[in-house]
């Protein structure tokens, strides 16, 4: 494996932290069956790089099989559950720091509170 490419892996450590949040594999008919970790190696290649789907290099696996993964994962809440469940952990070993932050564009106010003139 090149270096270059090995940016874009899940080392075991990481793979371990999330294998169990993933879907149960079940192969399909037809083409070979992609492991799942080979599958979010090439997801990730993508989001990082920002390629188009079909641009991905094969050694992830065809990319209709790393959409259609993907896309399936967004909808069933996988991704939702790493996310929480990372983040969790992340909170847990105090990797994290918790802001709040206010945003002026969102906060609904009075219109005479933005200066608008009374009427007359």
């Known amino acids: 494996m090149s270096v270059v490419s090995g ?3 899940l080392t075991e450590v990481e793979y371990v932290q999330i294998a169990s949040l993933l879907p149960v594999m ?3 008919r037809g083409g070979r069956w992609r492991d799942h970790r080979q599958v979010i190696n090439g997801i990730l290649f ?30 069933d809440g996988t991704w939702a559950r790493i996310e929480a469940a990372l983040q969790a952990d992340a909170d ?14 969102i906060v609904r106010a009075h219109q005479h509170a ?6 007359g």
Do not use: C, I, M
């Open 46 to 75: 993508r989001v990082r790089t920002g390629v188009p789907w079909r641009d991905v290099p094969s050694r992830y696996g065809p990319w209709k099989t790393l959409y259609k993964r993907f896309t399936r994962w967004q909808e």
């Open 7 to 9: 940016r874009f892996e």
């Open 92 to 105: 847990a070993a105090g990797q994290l720091q918790w802001h709040g932050n206010a945003d002026s564009t």
């Open 26 to 28: 079940k192969p399909q």
């Open 114 to 119: 933005a200066g608008a003139r009374k009427g």
